[in-house]
């Protein structure tokens, strides 16, 4: 019996020091690929580049617009800026101004991605768009971006898609099973930054997703404490089209928009 459980202590010491080593390959799922020229995506769209502070040249698409507020997309772990071409047509269609930014590792962009490495991608994004009005948004996983760089760099608005309270509870949901809190390296506390921001905030959630519970982005809004507008798309899964560039989803940025317009 001694010997037996010795052996399941070191096959459980030795799976979570495994998991303690990749767990950024289950965090950050990118697509690598080179996504196309950005005209050829979006009519009138240009590919743009900037280079972070710590020398990663990041590739980007901007798409032009006649609206006084730009917005800053930041996406979620997996994919890249070409699975949100969507959402950047649906808002040029409403004449925003869009920069779809892809961290370091995505879309073809050199480096590989961290917490710390994010930060630094959507700091330099942001420096990029200049001293425009900006809404940045973040999605899912780029809520928690967003957010932290809303503390260092205040934006006009903020639109926070499907947000987590904070890592180690959206990998509770996924992974009930393992301690998650314990092995993080990665944290993105959305709800702890939140309370700090007085920008007028947006959370977007889909009322049936089944990676970042409903629940947690409800959380997400009662953290903040500035104005705060909650939109349920009912019925939404988290990757459904719905919550790409659904009616909620671009009516919601377009509404924040116009209000930040109106008010300078």
Same mark, same amino acid.
């Given at each position: 019996?001694?010997?037996?459980?010795?052996?399941?202590?070191?096959?459980?010491?030795?799976?979570l020091?495994?998991?303690?080593?990749?767990?950024?390959?289950?965090?950050?799922?990118?697509?690598?690929?080179q996504?196309?020229?950005?005209?050829?995506?979006i009519?009138?769209?240009?590919?743009?580049?900037?280079?972070?502070s710590?020398?990663?040249?990041?590739?980007?698409?901007?798409?032009? %617009?006649?609206? +006084?507020v $730009?917005?800053l997309?930041? #996406?979620?772990?997996?994919?890249? /800026?070409?699975? *949100? @071409?969507?959402?950047?047509?649906?808002?040029?269609?409403?004449?925003?101004?869009?920069?779809?930014?892809d961290?370091?590792?995505? %879309?073809?962009? +050199?480096? $590989?991605?961290?917490?710390? #490495?994010?930060?630094?991608?959507? /700091?330099?994004? *942001? @420096?990029?768009v200049?001293?425009?009005?900006?809404?940045?948004?973040?999605?899912?996983?780029?809520?928690?971006?967003?957010?932290?760089?809303?503390?260092?760099?205040?934006?006009?608005?903020?639109?926070?898609?499907?947000?987590?309270?904070?890592?180690? @509870?959206?990998?509770?949901?996924?992974?009930?099973?393992?301690?998650?809190?314990?092995?993080?390296?990665?944290?993105?506390?959305?709800?702890?930054?939140?309370a700090?921001?007085?920008?007028p905030?947006?959370?977007?959630?889909?009322?049936?997703?089944?990676?970042?519970?409903p629940?947690?982005?409800r959380?997400?809004?009662?953290?903040?404490r500035?104005?705060?507008?909650?939109?349920?798309?009912?019925g939404?899964?988290?990757?459904?089209?719905?919550?790409l560039?659904?009616?909620?989803?671009?009516g919601?940025v377009?509404?924040l928009?116009?209000?930040?317009?109106?008010?300078?």
């Open positions: 019996m001694t010997r037996t459980a010795l052996v399941i202590v070191a096959v459980l010491v030795l799976l020091g495994l998991l303690w080593m990749f767990q950024r390959h289950l965090i950050y799922l990118p697509d690598r690929t996504p196309p020229p950005a005209a050829a995506v009519p009138g769209a240009r590919d743009v580049s900037f280079t972070t710590d020398g990663i040249r990041l590739a980007a698409w901007f798409v032009p %617009g006649e609206h +006084p $730009t917005v997309v930041a #996406g979620g772990n997996a994919g890249n /800026r070409l699975h *949100r @071409a969507p959402l950047a047509r649906a808002l040029a269609a409403h004449g925003l101004p869009v920069l779809l930014m961290y370091r590792g995505y %879309g073809g962009n +050199p480096g $590989t991605p961290t917490e710390e #490495g994010l930060h630094l991608d959507v /700091r330099t994004a *942001r @420096a990029f200049g001293d425009r009005p900006v809404v940045y948004f973040g999605e899912s996983l780029g809520a928690g971006v967003v957010t932290r760089l809303a503390l260092e760099r205040p934006p006009a608005g903020l639109v926070l898609r499907s947000p987590f309270t904070d890592l180690a @509870a959206a990998g509770r949901a996924n992974y009930p099973f393992l301690p998650v809190s314990a092995l993080l390296r990665d944290r993105f506390p959305v709800a702890e930054s939140i700090n921001v007085r920008a905030v947006v959370v977007l959630y889909g009322t049936r997703d089944t990676i970042v519970p629940s947690l982005s959380a997400v809004a009662q953290s903040a500035g104005q705060v507008t909650t939109v349920e798309v009912p939404a899964d988290h990757n459904d089209l719905a919550m560039n659904g009616p909620e989803v671009v919601a377009v509404e928009a116009d209000r930040i317009r109106g008010s300078h």
